[in-house]
């Protein structure tokens, strides 16, 4: 495999093009660096395995952009102790997708492109599946890197080894232009895979991780990667969103319409490294209102995101109570799990105090030294914290929860003709998302893991606030995607966002007011390059061009928009 770097600034990219083109660390391709078309002997679903497994394999990008920085911008992990006045800023490290794209993820699957477009005519008639399979997953890279840096290199990019003389320096594509050139990607890759091919087709079988090459399945997941791409769209253009998520809801294999179907990846490898353990930067809790809300409408995933809190019984409250650990006038309420408060202000108000507080006490003899806020199941995405041996991480890229609440969302907004009802999809979404993370609590082993019962799922549906409600149809959804995507950092940015949901002025399940401190970061920064950078042309003109829009902001500024983020004028 290359040696996968990890960049602080996005023009190391270029630099790292060089390299990676003179100098190749992979054994497959000992030979490359003097003979580029040894690729070609190269079984071309070697280089899709590692390719696909490159999109879920850094623990860096668990480390320093969701757990560090983009779950607290977004209350989705609140410290447990209480957050700083900085904890909307950026602890720096962050953006490793882009390293992840250009020095990993895009190779790989380039070269799968690559081998292919270059077999003989009769040979290459046998892999028009796998090479429609391959552009799948490398354009929902090319999707979640632009995601929060606006332009990049993407049709021009990855060539360098195989052009003559080297192509250094690819043109970034707008934004606008590569969703749009993604979207036509995808359409054409469902079209050959609908296709009935004259030669039989050779499939990569299990070296493709997600589907092991079926066909039907890679339609769907990319039927429902155009879907979520056009929901990217809405600000901008909203009519395109409604072309896009009609002719995918009608398209003749359809999106993912089952769990069965969810584009995910399960591994008992991935996700050990230290790194990935969210708990090493320290302890989290979930955000006060979130939490409040899903014990008071009996979400059976709070005991999946949550552990109880050191205080999760009357005599235990009553014992700290007494010696006052816990205000007199507080009153037990029943409820064992507790989120923090988001705010940094919360914590210098004298009747919250005790949440922010170690409270020391005794109880049945034994001293106890406790944090009332519940802390994460940090286990959750790292198994091995619960059990060393037997589990299985989870990687979701698009589920059938994901779906059903977009086209939820799309539908109660009037901006498609689905044939289902907007609350059929609603609730088909919310019941997926609950059978989901029962599935991934399973697998994990989480403690005192506690079976999902179907009783639960209809109660929590005829709950206030969960029960479909027309008149707040839009917020309800987005709250419950926001729920949906507990483990999907980089969604649950995207929805804040796009929609504004979960919302300070919520009436559903609002999230904490802090607007008194920095604005949550909307983008990555973009940094101009060095004079002697290969591209410099091309890495300033994009950086020039997506600054012609005022929404943009400086370039290192992070409260900035990129162009899906920014509204129409």
């Known amino acids: 495999m290359y ?9 190391a990219f270029f630099g790292f093009l060089l390299i990676a083109s003179l100098s190749c660390s992979r054994t ?10 040894a ?10 395995t590692p390719g696909e497994l490159n999109i879920h394999s850094s623990d ?56 292919i477009d270059n077999m003989p005519a009769a040979k290459n008639a046998q892999y ?34 195989y052009t003559s003389p080297p192509l250094f320096t690819p043109l970034y594509q707008t934004q606008e232009i590569l969703f749009d050139t993604l979207d036509a990607q995808l359409k054409a890759a469902v079209a050959v895979l609908e296709s009935s091919p004259s030669v039989n087709q050779i499939s990569p079988g299990a070296q493709d991780i997600y589907f092991s090459g079926d066909p039907v399945h890679w339609i769907k997941a990319a039927n429902s990667l155009r879907l979520k791409i056009a929901m990217r769209l809405m600000k901008q253009n909203p009519a395109k969103t409604t072309a896009i998520a009609n002719e995918v809801i009608n398209e003749q294999t359809g999106l993912i319409a089952s769990i069965a179907d969810d584009w995910i990846l399960y591994s008992s490898t991935l996700g050990q490294g230290g790194n990935s353990n969210p708990i090493n930067q320290g302890n989290y809790s979930g955000e006060f209102n979130h939490v409040n809300f899903m014990w008071k409408t009996m979400d059976p995933r709070i005991r999946i995101f949550y552990q109880k809190s050191g205080i999760s019984t009357q005599d235990i409250f009553d014992s700290a109570q007494a010696q006052g650990a816990i205000p007199p006038t507080v009153v037990w309420d029943g409820q064992p799990y507790r989120g923090q408060y988001a705010s940094p202000a ?18 049945m003899g034994a001293k106890q030294s406790i944090n009332l806020p519940s802390v994460i199941q940090a286990g959750l995405t790292t198994y091995i914290l619960n059990k060393p041996n037997g ?35 609603y609730n088909s979404g919310v019941t997926a998302s609950l059978q989901n993370y029962d599935t991934w609590g399973f697998n994990t082993f989480l403690p005192d893991y506690t079976p999902l019962q179907p009783s639960e799922i209809t109660n929590y549906l005829a709950q206030p606030g969960v029960t479909y409600d027309p008149v707040n149809a839009i917020e309800q959804i987005c709250d419950q995607e926001y729920l949906n995507y507990y483990v999907n950092a980089n969604e649950a940015w995207a929805l804040i966002k796009r929609t504004g949901y979960p919302s300070a002025t919520g009436v ?46 400086a370039p290192t500024d992070m409260t900035g928009r990129v162009w899906w983020d920014s509204p129409n004028p």
């Open 508 to 553: 559903i399940m609002p999230s904490e007011d802090v607007s008194a401190y920095p604005a949550m970061p909307r983008r990555y920064a973009a940094n101009f390059p060095s004079l002697g950078d290969l591209n410099y042309t091309n890495e300033v003109n994009a950086i020039d061009s997506m600054a012609l829009d005022l929404n943009y902001g």
């Open 128 to 161: 028009q599946y796998m090479r429609a399979i391959t552009t799948i997953p490398l354009i929902y890279y090319a999707f979640y890197t632009s995601d929060a840096n606006g332009s990049i290199p993407y049709t021009q990019a990855f060539k360098a080894r």
């Open 391 to 425: 589990g299985k991480n989870m990687f979701p890229v698009i589920t059938y929860a994901d779906v059903c609440l977009m086209r939820a969302e799309l539908a109660a907004r009037n901006l498609t003709s689905d044939p289902i009802p907007a609350a059929t999809l």
């Open 28 to 37: 497959k391709f000992a030979a490359l660096n003097t003979d580029p078309d």
């Open 39 to 48: 690729v070609l002997t190269i079984d071309p679903a070697t280089e899709l």
């Open 346 to 363: 919360a914590s210098t108000d004298p009747s919250k105090a005790y949440y922010f507080q170690t409270l020391t006490f005794s109880y």
């Open 60 to 115: 860096f990008e668990v480390f320093y952009d969701f757990v560090r920085d983009i779950k607290p911008w977004t209350q989705t992990y609140v410290i447990q102790v209480g957050n700083l006045a900085t904890f909307t800023t950026s602890g720096g490290n962050i953006n490793n997708r882009w390293g992840i794209f250009y020095g990993g993820v895009g190779y790989n699957l380039a070269d799968v492109l690559h081998i």
């Open 3 to 11: 040696t996968v770097l990890n960049f602080k600034y996005r023009y």
